[in-house]
């Protein structure tokens, strides 16, 4: 990806971390969540993060990044409405090189 902008003028409470290009071109809005391993990521915020991401950016991709799992609520509201899921096993692969199919 190119142009990213982290959110350090934004107010501390948007919904998203990152926005950014991909290399062709794409618009690509990143929420980032570090959550203890035993708190899954609920539907709610999933739901905040899509209003964001495609209401307020009209992003090509929406990337939810999570270092733990997600509720079965909020893998299905991701898959419904298109938001790539990015969860910790995912994650691991994605640091150690793994290309990530939606930024291809």
Same mark, same amino acid.
Not at 55 to 73: E, G, K, N
Not at 87 to 93: I, P
């Given at each position: ?6 959110p ?12 950014? =290009? ?8 990143a ?7 035993? =708190? ?8 905040k ?7 307020q950016?009209?992003?090509?991709v ?16 991701a ?8 969860? =910790? ?16």
């Amino acid at each position: 990806m190119v142009r990213a902008r982290a959110p350090e003028s934004w107010p501390p409470s948007t919904p998203w971390d990152v926005t950014a =290009r991909a290399a062709d071109g794409r618009s690509v809005v990143a929420q980032c969540k570090s959550f203890a391993p035993y =708190r899954p990521v609920w539907s709610g915020e999933l739901q905040k993060f899509l209003g964001a991401s495609h209401v307020q950016h009209t992003a090509d991709v929406a990337l939810f990044v999570a270092t733990t799992s997600l509720t079965p609520d909020a893998r299905a509201i991701a898959e419904t409405y298109g938001v790539t899921l990015v969860d =910790r096993a995912h994650l691991e692969k994605w640091s150690a090189g793994v290309p990530l199919s939606a930024l291809q």
